[in-house]
């Protein structure tokens, strides 16, 4: 497939190191376009072509960076020309040994997913967690065997450039409108989300939230669907009923364990665990090493993680909630009232309904980033007191002057990072810095 092709990898981020890394074993030549970089200076030891506009007549496939926006000039014209388009993860499926591929996505909870049936499925044999979190999936393609696992958080930035796609596994955690900065409409953005069961066939498996349900129906989805809910249902897949979790398989319906046992926080986890115990029952894993598992793990970094207790207040980081709908969920979590710390680059998104829906838990905003000014719209329609500061230190400092003891102090900005970081993980250290320098 790549023998003697021309490929232009777009964007030589974490994505485009990789790509190049992966693709010096086959014989082909590779171009690089990065409008960022002086590509002149780089020092790599893979051997690479500088993409000029003029060769795009020569170029047989591009492999596309997730952050490069899908209607970048560069790609319009590929499109017109009927240049084949893909991201990484459509690469490595083309290349892959293995077929115990398990792919999960949604507008949130697919981190702490992933990462869950990554810890369950690692307890019986080897597996490789790749996409948004840890390795890049395309390092790891060439060592992954026929007998290891896969499980690939994948975005809808990765997932709108995939074509033969087709993991055993799909999951669909939750979908509601995000990145609309991007995908232009919430259509497109929830199309891109359920092209991973695009490919599926009557031999494989789609994992999918109840709410939902009347959703997939226009979708089409032929793998075998499962659902996950808060509330006890006849179709296959886990339930929540009287505070224990079971699993119904369609013939017979199973206990797996009490919600008491799970120690992260909030109703989104209990999904996000109950989607995980559907992915590891499909795979045959037994009970007690799923309930070992979830009753051990105790969340992930950026994601409602608890930093540390001061004068009775609590912090917690969730720098990865980028999307209204993920910060409500964080709020929701809460024991105290919050002083909620957000604002950030400007996806698109409406904070009404947030702001609205958590104004009883909300004891005060504070809002920092492009989005201050638009947040405090929000705020003021629902009445909810709000500060504007510059910058996230700032933000530290007045939460701990406006807090006492039983609040929680909330990072979770309802938006990407880039107005003033690289990512939300190195907003979230930020944020845990600064927290921890408090006296």
Not at 105 to 131: P, Q
Not at 146 to 174: C, G, M, R, W
Not at 331 to 354: E, P
Not at 387 to 397: C, H, P, R, S, T
Request: a negative charge; hydrophobic letters at 35%; aromatic letters at 10%.
């Amino acid at each position: 497939m790549l023998e003697n092709k021309n490929i232009l990898i777009m964007g030589f981020g974490v994505t485009g190191k990789a790509t190049l890394k992966f693709l010096k074993e086959f014989p082909c030549k590779i171009f690089i376009y990065d409008s960022n970089l002086d590509l002149q200076k780089l020092n790599v030891d893979e051997d690479f072509i500088i993409f000029k506009e003029e060769d795009l007549d020569k170029i047989d496939l591009i492999v596309k960076s997730p952050g490069i926006y899908p209607f970048h000039e560069l790609l319009v014209k590929a499109r017109e020309k009927n240049i084949e388009i893909i991201s990484d993860i459509e690469l490595s499926y083309r290349n892959l040994k293995t077929n115990n591929v398990v792919a999960v996505t949604g507008t949130n909870g697919k981190t702490t997913t992933t990462t869950i049936i990554g810890d369950i499925l690692r307890r019986k044999s080897k597996t490789f967690v790749v996409g948004n979190i840890g390795k890049g999936i395309l390092e790891i393609t060439e060592e992954a065997k026929s007998d290891n696992y896969v499980v690939i958080e994948a975005s809808s930035f990765q997932l709108e450039h995939t074509k033969l796609f087709k993991p055993h596994i799909a999951l669909l955690t939750y979908v509601t409108s995000d990145h609309l900065d991007w995908h232009k409409t919430t259509q497109n953005y929830v199309d891109a989300k359920f092209k991973i069961f695009a490919n599926q066939d009557e031999d494989d498996f789609a994992i999918l939230n109840y709410e939902n349900k009347e959703l997939a129906e226009n979708y089409n989805l032929k793998g075998k669907k499962y659902y996950f809910s808060m509330e006890k249902i006849s179709e296959r897949g886990a339930f929540l009923d009287k505070g224990k979790i079971y699993f119904n398989d369609g013939e017979n319906t199973e206990e797996i364990l009490d919600v008491k046992e799970i120690k992260i926080p909030g109703d989104h986890n209990i999904k996000n665990i109950m989607a995980a115990i559907i992915a590891s029952k499909l795979l045959n894993i037994d009970t007690e090493t799923i309930k070992t598992s979830i009753i051990s793990f105790t969340g992930v970094e950026h994601r409602i993680e608890f930093v540390r207790e001061l004068g009775g207040v609590k912090y917690y980081n969730d720098s990865k909630g980028t999307n209204p709908d993920s910060t409500e969920v964080a709020v929701a979590a809460m024991d105290g009232d919050v002083i909620l710390i957000a604002g950030g680059y400007d996806k698109g998104a409406s904070f009404d309904d947030l702001i609205e829906k958590s104004k009883n838990k909300l004891k005060t905003v504070i809002l920092f980033g492009e989005t201050a000014e638009k947040f405090s719209n929000s705020c003021k329609k629902s009445e909810v007191e709000f500060y504007i500061v510059k910058d996230l230190n700032k933000a530290v400092e007045l939460a701990k002057k406006l807090s006492s003891s039983g609040d929680d102090v909330l990072l979770s900005p309802a938006c990407a990072s880039w107005d003033m970081y690289s990512d939300y993980e190195v907003r979230g250290r930020h944020f845990k810095d600064l927290v921890r320098e408090l006296v």
